[in-house]
């Protein structure tokens, strides 16, 4: 079954990290609205008729959109498309948004999720990040929450931060688990181009982060969550039993998805595309008759890489068959010849039919893959057996 991601693009203030797409300018909301809902008629066809397992709201802040708009969008959602009775419904929220009516709005609206962007318990790192809300903010939040019902709840904690100590790190996982959150979401922090974090890092005036402490805290989480009953079924993703993430599953599982707002992608498993990351221009598009949409035709180069990297990060791993199979004849020695390379590491742990990555391989996945990515020189000798190339389309 496919699923809906709907991108919010509207912040109530800019965290220094953050690269995603969003404004802080509110003026646009209800244009926005307009737009969202003329592009989701536009698209009603793109998942062809699939029945619709989760939605799922990101962003930027979704829990800034007033709560008749967010109505509005999954009325028309459900109008277009066949949404399953038990969708996954998610919205990410920040704390200083959550209050018991827009709770109970929320969970009559059909809301049955909540990613909330928490990042830290610890006062000094949300004010190091620029972020809306407080420490008293972040502990609340979640057992109301609970109150209002929605039990599958996950938070968003940040590691790796220039000054945070193991210890600061460790009780930031356990108020997460003492508060009974299901889903854990644990990123290094990492500097994008063009974020305020990287401009202070250059000009000097914050600590560059630290890869070493990073990599320390990311084994402290493994070993910290695990130890208390969560399955590291992600590179970044935690959760009890039962609790997984359905819709991001799916991302890593190549189901097909349809991606509405600006800057939101969408996959059909032959190609993928992305709207512009514009709000005016976005909105202007779809005034004058359709969305701005570039679009890749992807080709076996393209699939195999993207296989690869979405399954390596996964406690599943990679199916060794299909990325055989996947690779073809040119690339398939190679593949293997890196599988037998990261064994003799520690880093992959394999049998005949899977590549797992080992609790250590873990902090290298990024790498692993790259290094067994089919780079163009193969895919051109195999271009004549797949008859595959890469187009891209502007509309």
């Given at each position: 079954m496919?699923?809906?991601?709907?991108?919010?693009?509207?912040?109530r203030q800019?965290?220094n990290?953050?690269?995603?797409?969003?404004?802080?300018?509110l003026?646009?909301?209800?244009?926005?609205?307009?737009?969202?809902?003329k592009e989701?008629?536009?698209r009603r066809?793109?998942?062809?008729?699939?029945?619709?397992?989760?939605i799922?709201?990101?962003?930027?802040?979704?829990?800034?959109?007033?709560?008749?708009h967010?109505?509005r969008i999954l009325?028309?959602l459900?109008?277009?498309?066949?949404?399953?009775?038990s969708?996954?419904?998610?919205?990410?929220?920040?704390?200083?948004?959550?209050?018991p009516?827009?709770l109970?709005?929320?969970?009559?609206?059909g809301?049955?999720?909540?990613?909330?962007?928490v990042?830290?318990?610890?006062?000094a790192?949300?004010r190091w990040?620029?972020r809306?809300?407080n420490?008293?903010?972040?502990?609340a939040?979640?057992?109301?929450?609970?109150?209002?019902?929605?039990?599958n709840i996950?938070?968003?904690?940040?590691?790796?931060?220039?000054?945070?100590t193991?210890?600061?790190?460790?009780t930031?996982?356990?108020?997460?688990?003492?508060?009974?959150?299901?889903h854990?979401?644990?990123?290094?922090?990492?500097v994008?181009?063009?974020?305020?974090?990287d401009s202070m890092i250059r000009?000097?005036?914050?600590?560059?982060?630290?890869?070493e402490?990073q990599?320390?805290?990311?084994?402290?989480?493994?070993d910290?969550?695990?130890?208390?009953?969560l399955?590291h079924y992600?590179?970044?993703n935690?959760?009890?039993?039962?609790?997984?993430?359905?819709h991001?599953?799916?991302?890593?599982?190549?189901v097909?998805?349809l991606?509405l707002?600006?800057?939101?992608?969408?996959?059909?498993g032959?190609?993928?595309?992305?709207?512009?990351?514009?709000?005016?221009?976005?909105?202007?598009?779809?005034?004058?008759?359709?969305?701005?949409?570039?679009?890749?035709l992807?080709n076996?180069q393209?699939r195999?890489n993207e296989?690869?990297?979405t399954?390596?990060r996964?406690?599943?791993g990679?199916?060794?068959g299909r990325?055989?199979?996947?690779?073809?004849?040119?690339?398939?020695?190679?593949?293997l010849?890196?599988?037998?390379?990261?064994v003799g590491?520690?880093?992959?742990?394999?049998?005949?039919?899977?590549?797992?990555?080992t609790r250590?391989?873990?902090l290298?996945?990024?790498?692993?893959?790259?290094?067994?990515?089919?780079?163009?020189?193969?895919?051109?000798?195999?271009k004549e057996?797949?008859?595959t190339?890469?187009?891209?389309?502007?509309?």
């Amino acid at each position: 079954m496919a699923g809906i991601y709907v991108h919010i693009p509207f912040c109530r203030q800019a965290c220094n990290y953050c690269n995603f797409h969003f404004s802080t300018s509110l003026k646009l909301q209800n244009d926005f609205l307009v737009a969202l809902l003329k592009e989701i008629e536009l698209r009603r066809d793109y998942t062809a008729g699939e029945t619709i397992d989760t939605i799922y709201f990101g962003g930027g802040t979704p829990s800034l959109l007033p709560t008749a708009h967010i109505g509005r969008i999954l009325e028309e959602l459900r109008l277009k498309f066949t949404v399953d009775a038990s969708a996954e419904i998610t919205l990410e929220a920040n704390p200083d948004d959550i209050n018991p009516g827009r709770l109970a709005e929320w969970v009559r609206l059909g809301i049955n999720r909540l990613s909330i962007g928490v990042q830290s318990f610890f006062e000094a790192d949300l004010r190091w990040m620029n972020r809306a809300h407080n420490a008293a903010q972040a502990m609340a939040c979640i057992p109301m929450a609970q109150d209002a019902g929605i039990r599958n709840i996950s938070i968003d904690l940040i590691y790796g931060i220039p000054g945070m100590t193991d210890d600061n790190w460790q009780t930031n996982m356990a108020k997460a688990v003492a508060l009974g959150v299901p889903h854990l979401s644990c990123y290094a922090l990492t500097v994008e181009p063009g974020t305020a974090l990287d401009s202070m890092i250059r000009k000097k005036k914050v600590t560059p982060v630290n890869n070493e402490d990073q990599a320390r805290q990311f084994l402290l989480m493994t070993d910290f969550l695990q130890k208390e009953g969560l399955d590291h079924y992600e590179i970044s993703n935690l959760s009890r039993p039962g609790w997984k993430s359905r819709h991001n599953s799916s991302y890593w599982s190549g189901v097909s998805y349809l991606g509405l707002g600006p800057s939101a992608h969408s996959f059909n498993g032959s190609s993928r595309q992305w709207n512009i990351a514009n709000n005016a221009l976005y909105i202007q598009a779809l005034n004058n008759g359709g969305p701005s949409v570039e679009m890749e035709l992807l080709n076996d180069q393209q699939r195999f890489n993207e296989y690869l990297m979405t399954s390596v990060r996964t406690s599943e791993g990679t199916d060794l068959g299909r990325a055989l199979l996947m690779a073809g004849p040119v690339h398939a020695p190679v593949l293997l010849k890196y599988r037998d390379e990261f064994v003799g590491k520690g880093w992959i742990s394999a049998s005949e039919q899977r590549m797992v990555l080992t609790r250590e391989g873990k902090l290298f996945a990024d790498h692993i893959a790259s290094e067994m990515f089919m780079n163009q020189e193969q895919k051109e000798k195999q271009k004549e057996e797949t008859g595959t190339g890469t187009e891209r389309i502007r509309s």
